[in-house]
């Protein structure tokens, strides 16, 4: 994973001072492009550890078209929690009373995670967030893009349209309200050799805490796509638009630089499984994963 550690240094290095949505500010680059053989093992941060029980299950969650965080916070999952209560405190005019990153927010964000699990109806109205990633792969204006795509890799696999998009323009108005605009905006995959590859475009991409998910996640649905279409894997690459750190970041991203590279782990899938929606978290695991601790940064909301 040198490769990561070369575009944390280069934002560094080279990023521009940016202002951004969330009032945080950031240290961003434009246009960069990192490239993974995934023959040569899972391409999973060694320099701290990553959460893959979130990797899988929200994986899962995009291929089963879910838009809603009920099935990811009762399998241990917050990675998407901060959004929607965000949006449940300006819906209740409850911002002023639990100020943004403060304790009494953090208290109140549990509270409210505990209520999504728990309760249907408040999971309902509150845990939605709107037309995000599952909706847009499985139901774009009708159209179930992954159904579509593993039909057409089986059946013309020399086609330069493989392609899956979460970017719909009609739908970016409704996905801010409660979520975000989709970050990893557009996959394309490539046959040749038998072995099938994949290059992702990010538009905004969170260099310290969300890109190291992004890697592995779109690694691991390029092996799962590569299995039910009887293919090998090749590449996954990644290409991004903004590329940033946030300002409350840096202390984080020199600590994990100063850190020494440990053996890449290896995904394993059940072979039994020939049909990408039929994969459950029983059926995938990483194996020899060695890392050195986690490193906690805030996210900015």
Not at 123 to 144: H, S, T
Not at 205 to 218: C, E, M, R
Not at 235 to 250: E, Q
Not at 271 to 282: D, L, M, N, R, T
Request: aromatic share 14%.
């Amino acid at each position: 994973m040198q490769q990561y550690h070369q575009l944390l240094q280069h934002i560094l290095d080279n990023g521009y001072q940016k202002s951004d949505r969330t009032g945080t500010g950031t240290k961003s680059v434009f246009g960069y492009q990192m490239r993974f053989n995934l023959q040569e093992g899972f391409p999973l941060l060694t320099t701290k550890k990553v959460f893959t029980k979130g990797i899988i299950h929200e994986v899962l969650w995009f291929l089963q078209g879910n838009t809603n965080i009920q099935y990811l916070v009762k399998n241990g999952v917050g990675i998407w929690n901060e959004w929607p209560f965000q949006s449940y405190l300006k819906q209740n005019n409850l911002e002023a009373s639990f100020p943004k990153y403060s304790d009494a927010w953090k208290e109140e964000l549990q509270r409210f995670v505990e209520r999504i699990k728990s309760d249907d109806r408040f999971a309902e109205q509150y845990g939605e967030l709107g037309p995000v990633y599952g909706k847009q792969w499985r139901n774009f204006e009708g159209i179930d893009q992954i159904s579509q795509l593993i039909q057409d890799i089986k059946s013309s696999p020399d086609s330069r349209r493989l392609i899956v998009s979460a970017w719909n323009p009609k739908d970016i108005p409704v996905m801010a309200l409660s979520g975000l605009p989709p970050c990893h905006t557009l996959f394309q995959f490539y046959v040749a050799d038998g072995k099938l590859s994949c290059q992702l475009y990010q538009r905004s991409a969170d260099v310290f805490l969300g890109v190291p998910f992004n890697i592995a996640s779109y690694a691991l649905i390029t092996h799962m796509i590569a299995q039910v279409c009887g293919l090998g894997v090749g590449d996954f690459v990644h290409s991004f638009g903004d590329a940033h750190i946030y300002n409350n970041h840096f202390d984080q991203v020199k600590e994990q630089l100063s850190r020494n590279f440990l053996p890449i782990p290896q995904l394993k899938l059940n072979p039994a499984v020939k049909s990408i929606f039929e994969f459950k978290f029983e059926d995938i695991s990483i194996e020899n994963y060695q890392s050195h601790p986690a490193i906690k940064a805030p996210v900015a909301v």
